[in-house]
């Protein structure tokens, strides 16, 4: 535990380290994931082909089983991180307590104005009016299964914070500047989740939509937008360490539910138009 309060302390008093160290991981996970898929994409021995591979209303069945499944844990695993805090003397509650109160005696008025604006970034307002943006974008390019799973995985994803949220009602950190305010109950973070899944979306629209050499720029900038909004608010004390923990794992999770979902919807879309394409040649003949 020693050495834990040595971090705590560390990082406390090096917030832009700690972030900057945060961006390299985040960015080289997401380079490691990026090189992992397009290996993929390249040709497949031919075993895996032979293997049983559900499509059409079963592999749309089976997605959402896994969804639920998922969606389960999650809330296990988010219970479990409550428990933990919930005793003031586990990992989890020196880490909260520690960086917070760290953090509300060493933060500087630059590091924090810093944090506070790259915040923003999370803002309802301003995932708001990109939800907006790019599903207009997506309806007038005709894309009306992508638009529907964007607005799903946003849309989803606060219900779902919200509802965690008034299920551990857990009080905000205390925080005595006037730079950065937030209200409402704390774990967890809103912030942390919601980026998650709209910048995770919005790389993933990248990657089917875009030209490849925009698929590794959008997947970096997504890893270090998550990354950085989350820190913030542990930074500017309106949210715990673990709250953000929960946040991303919140957002983690409802949006892999999402893309199993999409992916699932959209195979059954394309076996159906093909089974259709036949009837109406035919019946052109």
């Not at 944090?115 to 599903?135: E, I, P, Q, R, S």
């Not at 715990?240 to 991303?248: N, Q, T």
């Not at 195979?267 to 093909?274: D, F, I, P, T």
């Given at each position: 535990m020693s050495g834990l309060h040595a971090w705590v302390g560390w990082a406390g008093t090096h917030p832009l380290a700690v972030w900057l160290c945060g961006l390299v991981l985040a960015t080289g996970a997401a380079g490691v994931l990026h090189a992992a898929l397009v290996r993929g994409a390249g040709p497949r021995p031919a075993w895996p082909a032979r293997l049983p591979r559900p499509s059409g209303p079963a592999g749309l069945a089976a997605a959402m089983v896994l969804a639920a499944a998922?969606?389960?844990?999650?809330?296990?695993?988010?219970?479990?991180?409550?428990?933990?805090?919930?005793?003031?003397?586990?990992?989890?509650?020196?880490?909260?307590?520690?960086?917070?109160?760290?953090?509300?005696?060493?933060?500087s008025v630059g590091t924090l104005t810093l944090?506070?604006?790259?915040?923003?970034?999370?803002?309802?307002?301003?995932?708001?009016?990109?939800?907006?943006?790019?599903?207009l974008a997506l309806l007038?390019?005709?894309?009306?299964?992508?638009?529907?799973?964007?607005?799903?995985?946003?849309?989803?994803?606060?219900?779902?914070?919200?509802?965690?949220?008034?299920?551990?009602?857990?009080?905000?950190?205390?925080?005595?500047?006037?730079?950065?305010?937030?209200?409402?109950?704390?774990?967890?973070?809103?912030?942390?989740?919601?980026?998650?899944?709209?910048?995770?979306?919005?790389?993933?629209?990248?990657?089917?939509l875009l030209p490849p050499r925009w698929h590794l720029p959008s997947m970096l900038a997504a890893a270090a937008v998550i990354v950085t909004v989350g820190w913030s608010r542990v930074v500017l004390q309106v949210h715990?360490?673990?709250?953000?923990?929960?946040?991303?794992i919140t957002g983690g999770v409802w949006v892999t539910c999402c893309l199993l979902l999409l992916q699932g919807a959209t195979?059954?879309?394309?076996?159906?138009?093909?089974a259709m394409t036949p009837a109406t040649d035919g019946a052109l003949r």
């Open positions: 998922l969606v389960w844990a999650c809330a296990h695993t988010l219970a479990l991180i409550a428990d933990a805090w919930g005793q003031p003397t586990t990992a989890w509650a020196v880490l909260d307590d520690g960086l917070a109160g760290t953090l509300r005696a060493t933060a944090f506070a604006w790259l915040t923003h970034f999370g803002d309802t307002a301003v995932l708001f009016v990109l939800a907006a943006g790019v599903g007038w390019r005709g894309h009306r299964m992508l638009a529907t799973g964007w607005a799903v995985a946003l849309a989803g994803n606060g219900l779902l914070t919200r509802a965690f949220k008034h299920s551990f009602e857990r009080i905000r950190p205390v925080h005595t500047h006037e730079i950065a305010v937030a209200d409402g109950f704390s774990f967890p973070s809103g912030h942390s989740s919601s980026s998650l899944v709209a910048y995770t979306m919005l790389a993933y629209l990248a990657i089917r715990f360490a673990s709250d953000v923990l929960g946040g991303w195979r059954w879309h394309r076996l159906r138009s093909a």
